[in-house]
């Protein structure tokens, strides 16, 4: 493959192994696997977890609802927090496939029921301890006025309760990782038994990569929406969801000049093409990317630790030894692993294969 | 208009306003505007600039270079580090426009000369104190070593000397940026005085959003290259280039939660939208963005501070008083201006202006 510019490379062997892993997990613990599909973005990806028998997906916007129902999804949620400014979307929808809707107040749910012409499903957002949205585990009443406005309407049928352990991010060991994993699950059969009496086939939704990635009990649980595990990426790495070798996309960067007395080599690979989240090395410097070294089967780690320490729009600044320096030169291409995968997708809006193949992304607009 | 998703607002006044304000400065000062377009990428906001008398400008990639190059731009400059792997479409661009490209060293030009076709025009980076890319000023060896490739073959047409004071960006006051200017010019004068002689066409070239916003004096300059300064930002607001009042695009983003117990308020927009350029608070906490209120005739800044803490994929988390977190309910819609207005378009790919009229860019892949 002629890599001229920055292109994102996709290992899709690695990529079919994270799905297939997942997948038997799920089964082994007769879960739902409803992935979250905000990571990859992709049709094509979308379809290797139809092969290997997934029927439902999570988005994150009802767009991206939209673009995978196009390509045949019909089971989907969308794991954002209800904006029913959307209506004449979420009805267009609806009128189509099973759309499954979030609540985290009556608010919402009553500006939709205004509108609403087709059944959705709704889940709502139990805060099981991220307090980014949802609703507080020990607030009944906020719950009962949700289930309320869901049982005044024969267009709202609700599904069961959903959370998103995201404060598994800032783990950095197993122990740390299943310890949330133990609490939002708890928490969750927890609100779920008080209503469980009046809605029998309630389901309890959880599922973040780190989570799914370490955790092997989900007894008591009907579905997990973990995302991110389809490519990985150095953050998960370093909380310990991954290893290296499970990272699935690498940004192709081409050098474009060198300075050993610096230890720094630029690349055409800035913020429009990783994105810009970063991590902090031990001594509080920050990391945009590890890099790797293209080799005819893929990306290998090198020996020696290249970093990006750096991003403008467009150039990154690697820190290097100067051995790597003088190994490199103007028109090597060298990749990048990327800190938050589904950043990095976004900004591309494409991938290629390590065979050459293309892989379209929904577009941006 | 009617927003129901997060949507990019251009206030064209506004933006054709900054545009005229340094087409007036460029032209007091008898120098070049080559403006920098990475940061509207659009053809519309393009001709904006036509309409003002600019006709050459700057891009930061050959296919950026392409696309402006399709809507009748023929005098552009790549100022990113030349990549010789593009040969082809370099190639083909020189064959249309008058196309300059950026050495930093003597290997990628060579590399080029193999392959190139057609003529180019080629300026030569001087580091003037950014430290990022760039011959050092006291290397005179590099220099003349880049001039050899360049005079060696008669595609390639030496323009200038070309630099960028990237590091303005860290000021925080008009005297810092003026001397930022002060050191860069008079290193970008220096340099010109030991070559003119054998170049008396010799074009020096500036331009940076904070120096070209603030400084008045550009003696000994041929040409300016800012960018941002066609919608500035907060970013810029802090730096001292522009007062609020200049930035002239705004995220709209509609509600989707209220937390007043917590202080916070949750809209659809997060890092796929903004970007995640973020500034410190006096105290050390982070900012995304700063809230406005919409209005009829575009928005206003609120009494009372509101600004984006946190972004996840889609979600924008805003710091707001119990006071502003009553006044909004789902389904209201906020403005935020962005960080950094550059990244922010880059992800939107689209702009709405305030009557409605939707204005497309470069499309991502």
């Not at 957002?125 to 607030?139: A, K, L, M, Q």
């Not at 009443?141 to 049928?157: G, H, M, N, Q, Y």
């Not at 290249?306 to 291409?333: F, N, Y």
Request: with cysteine.
């Amino acid at each position: 493959m002629n890599i001229t510019r920055p292109t994102l490379l996709l290992d899709e062997q690695r990529c079919r192994a994270n799905i297939r892993r997942m997948v038997e997990k799920a089964r082994r613990n007769s879960v739902t696997l409803r992935p979250h599909f905000k990571t990859h973005q992709s049709h094509e990806v979308g379809r290797w977890f139809r092969e290997e028998g997934v029927t439902s997906c999570t988005v994150s916007s009802v767009r991206m609802a939209a673009y995978f129902a196009e390509d045949g999804w019909n089971d989907i949620t969308v794991a954002f927090p209800l904006n029913y400014l959307e209506h004449e979307e979420i009805n267009r929808l609806a009128g189509k496939i099973q759309l499954n809707v979030l609540a985290v107040n009556a608010e919402a749910l009553k500006g939709l029921l205004e509108k609403l012409t087709n059944a959705v499903g709704v889940f709502v957002e139990i805060d099981s301890g991220y307090h980014r949205t949802g609703v507080d585990p020990s607030d009944q009443a906020t719950l009962d006025e949700i289930l309320a406005v869901i049982e005044s309407s024969p267009l709202l049928d609700f599904k069961g309760l959903l959370s998103h352990a995201g404060h598994s991010y800032s783990c950095r060991s197993a122990i740390e990782i299943l310890t949330i994993h133990q609490q939002t699950t708890q928490v969750m059969k927890r609100v779920g038994t008080r209503i469980r009496a009046r809605y029998p086939d309630l389901v309890l939704s959880v599922g973040d990569t780190p989570t799914c990635s370490i955790a092997n009990d989900f007894s008591g649980i009907q579905e997990i929406r973990p995302g991110n595990f389809v490519f990985y990426d150095i953050m998960q790495r370093g909380i310990g969801s991954c290893s290296d070798d499970n990272i699935a996309i690498a940004l192709a960067c081409p050098v474009v000049a060198t300075y050993p007395s610096r230890g720094e080599i630029i690349v055409h690979g800035g913020g429009v093409h990783l994105a810009k989240d970063v991590l902090k090395q031990e001594d509080g410097s920050p990391v945009y990317g590890k890099v790797v070294r293209l080799t005819n089967e893929g990306w290998s780690i090198p020996a020696t630790s290249m970093t990006v320490k750096s991003l403008s729009q467009e150039h990154g600044i690697i820190r290097a030894s100067a051995e790597d320096c003088a190994s490199l030169k103007p028109g090597d291409v060298l990749g990048v692993l990327p800190v938050h995968s589904c950043m990095t997708a976004d900004v591309m809006t494409e991938y290629y294969t390590l065979s050459g193949k293309r892989i379209t992304m929904m577009p941006k607009a």
